[in-house]
């Protein structure tokens, strides 16, 4: 699925100045020539719009590229630091730095001021993931939650809750099942999907397509899942979207914040866990097959990283499973002291 976006929008209310102009410009070019998603574009923008207003506030006249020194953006960053973490600096950095690139590149500035600026360092954290019976108690969560009554929830027909908890239910087998990313997921199209060979295409990041594998408990939930496809429709109008695999109960395509709620929702049901988002399911699934045996650059290939580095971050393997892979591989490994 792809959003077209209209640059003049994004910049309403902004300055005409110099620089506005080459942050749309930037804009345009991260969208037709990288093929950048909207959401990807929308973050750069973000960043570089708090840059440009920090640069007009020490700007004599009209803001431009070349007034944006390192002097401002180490003030810029600085200002920053104060009331924010390290990885959000950081991401300003990259943001600040992709820009001089193409300005570079275009030729609208001669020398790179981001050159000597230097990033935070990040901890690298290894990503919390559930174990085994957690994730499949997760995976039963929608159809416990069809006779669970919540306080304070508006009272729901019992065909639609049905209905929900069947949707639900393929929703969480994908996000587990094929490692996807929940803006993946958001994307995925009727024609996407194809249960006979267990495959999913989806568009990752930079609108790149991988073709994924899903397991049989998350095609034989999307089989039945399709059989009540059908009735998610705006009530008042009987109108759906014609496309889009997953809907909510109007007929419209589910939106990434939707589906963070409810996983929060059967993660708290299911775990006690309030914190619990849809990456979490896709670090899950990564660790679970290299726990299980499968190779790293399959699981790379599969999760659409395009450094292995990333990877190898997302992922990691159990002291368990070192042990049993270190046992059966060491050729010594299992002498005792008494054995020459």
Excluded at 2 to 26: M, N, S
Excluded at 320 to 325: A, F, P, R, S
Aim: glycine share 8%; hydrophobic share 35%; charged share 30%.
């Amino acid at each position: 699925m792809t959003v077209a976006i209209d640059i003049t929008k994004l910049f309403e209310g902004e300055p005409e100045d110099p620089l506005a102009k080459d942050l749309a410009a930037f804009a345009a070019y991260l969208l037709h020539e990288r093929r950048s998603s909207s959401r990807t574009v929308e973050h750069y923008l973000r960043d570089l719009r708090t840059l440009a207003e920090f640069a007009r506030k020490y700007s004599d006249g009209p803001a431009t590229i070349d007034g944006v020194s390192l002097a401002v953006l180490r003030g810029w960053l600085g200002a920053r630091a104060k009331a924010r973490s390290h990885a959000t600096i950081a991401r300003n950095v990259s943001s600040a730095r992709s820009f001089f690139k193409w300005a570079r590149k275009v030729g609208r500035v001669k020398d790179d001021p981001t050159a000597l600026l230097k990033a935070p360092k990040l901890s690298r954290e290894l990503p919390k993931v559930m174990s085994v019976p957690s994730a499949g108690r997760l995976m039963d969560a929608p159809e416990e939650a069809r006779f669970t009554e919540r306080a304070g929830a508006r009272s729901v027909d019992p065909a639609e809750k049905e209905r929900q908890s069947i949707r639900d239910r393929a929703m969480l087998e994908v996000l587990y099942g094929g490692g996807v990313r929940v803006s993946e997921l958001v994307g995925l199209d009727l024609e996407d999907v194809d249960t006979r060979n267990r495959t999913a295409r989806v568009r990752g990041k930079g609108n790149k397509e991988r073709v994924v594998p899903l397991g049989k408990p998350a095609c034989d939930a999307i089989v039945e899942y399709l059989t009540v496809r059908h009735a998610l429709r705006n009530p008042s109008t009987g109108e759906q979207h014609a496309r889009a695999l997953f809907l909510g109960r109007y007929g419209t395509r589910l939106t990434t914040r939707q589906i963070q709620h409810l996983v929060r929702a059967y993660g708290e049901m299911s775990e006690g866990r309030a914190d619990l988002h849809p990456h979490t399911l896709r670090h899950t699934c990564a660790t679970h097959l290299l726990d299980g045996g499968a190779d790293l650059r399959m699981i790379q290939e599969m999760l659409g990283h395009a450094s292995l580095r990333t990877t190898e971050r997302y992922t990691h393997v159990s002291v368990e499973q070192v042990m049993k892979v270190y046992d059966a591989a060491h050729p010594l490994s299992g002498r005792t002291k008494e054995e020459p």
